[in-house]
């Protein structure tokens, strides 16, 4: 059998206790080639297939706790939290907006799925609200990092979906430009966040456009339904 090559990866936070990242092409981690995707990637991680946490994502607002041993992947839900350490979380996009959330002082984690649909829903205030509840988490401490999405130089959206955004997270979230509408997921997202009390320095967005960087992403709306998917995953690798 040939020895799968590890996927490329682009870091998104990598000091020793947490890893995040999200998977760059030509590795394609669509949920039903994922696994084996992850394969080579999860034996350079030191991560066992058992701690592979995933979901079937619905753009909803649901977070599920990691609490077992053993997870039950692919229930209905678009993010996770977790305290224990090993876990792998990951969310699969192809434009949406991937979030990863830590928070150093109470050794926790998130990673969430926000398309338009999830973060007008308010999904990452859910995944906040989980880490406050569960973990005992200060939104002060917890640091978020951006994956790579579909950006505001190209993500145009119908009046009416940018009157929406404007009117829950402000104007700043969309522009005008030449008679149409684009939306800015990541300001929405960061406006939502910043409301839940994590500091904007915290906050740091990522300065790739899924649908612009062709050489690097898959995007939707570039490529159509039958386009690949990247992963964006986070570990707490070990507490203090
Ligand atoms: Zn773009």
């Not at 876990?87 to 990673?111: E, H, M, Q, R, W």
């Not at 979906?161 to 979230?173: I, Y």
Request: overall charge positive; some cysteine; charged content about 25%.
């Amino acid at each position: 059998m040939m020895k799968a090559k590890p996927p490329k990866i682009l870091r998104l936070h990598s000091p020793s206790r947490f890893a995040a990242f999200t998977s760059l092409k030509p590795s394609d981690m669509s949920i039903d080639k994922f696994e084996k995707g992850m394969v080579s990637l999860l034996r350079r991680l030191g991560v066992p297939a058992e701690k592979l946490v995933y979901a079937r994502q619905v753009h909803g607002a649901k977070i599920l706790a990691v609490r077992s041993p053993v997870f039950k992947n692919l229930q209905e839900a678009d993010g996770f939290v977790a305290n224990k350490q090993g876990y792998l979380l990951s969310i699969f996009t192809a434009d949406c907006l991937p979030v990863v959330l830590f928070d150093a002082k109470k050794n926790c984690i998130g990673a969430v799925h926000c398309g338009w649909r999830g973060s007008y829903k308010g999904i990452a205030k859910n995944a906040v609200l989980r880490m406050k509840r569960l973990y005992g988490s200060n939104p002060r401490d917890i640091q978020v990092r951006f994956g790579p999405s579909i950006q505001k130089c190209c993500y145009e959206v119908s009046p009416e979906l940018g009157v929406k955004f404007a009117d829950r997270f402000g104007k700043s979230c969309v522009q005008k430009r030449d008679g149409k509408l684009f939306l800015d997921l990541e300001r929405a997202n960061e406006t939502l966040l910043v409301r839940c009390g994590i500091p904007k320095k915290n906050i740091i967005k990522n300065p790739h456009c899924t649908m612009c960087r062709k050489d690097l992403f898959y995007s939707y709306r570039r490529d159509g339904k039958g386009t690949g998917r990247m992963v964006t995953s986070i570990m707490l690798k070990k507490s203090l």
